[in-house]
């Protein structure tokens, strides 16, 4: 399923979206940056309540197919610049992490 597909099915707010038709291959949940770079697989949705600038240097590392920043968590313009320069996408849901990676597995196994 392609990110903006499931973006627009799981209604998350788009911040950026350079790359609309990559892949989603599964999910990966976490906001221990340093477990996320060893364990997420690329292709995976990122779905984190982090918000600082080093979730852009993580998911360009995991070559993840994009980062949701979970519980409509404040997200600086910085970060959506970064996300930008670096061609990830990056969405928000308004729903908390395990809700949000719930609905992201219901829509992986159809």
């Known amino acids: 399923m392609k990110i903006s597909e499931m973006a627009q099915q799981l209604g998350w707010e788009t911040l950026i979206m350079p790359d609309p038709d990559v892949e989603v291959t599964g999910g990966y949940a976490g906001d221990l940056l340093s477990w996320v770079m060893g364990r997420a697989q690329a292709g995976n949705v990122w779905m984190t309540i982090m918000t600082n600038r080093n979730i852009m240097a993580v ?29 990830i996408n990056l969405l928000r849901s308004a729903q908390p992490t395990f809700e949000t990676a719930y609905a992201v597995g219901k829509l992986l196994e159809k």
């Open 59 to 87: 998911a360009t590392l995991a070559g993840v197919s994009a980062v949701v920043v979970t519980e409509h968590a404040e997200i600086d313009g910085e970060i959506v610049k970064l996300a930008e320069e670096q061609d």
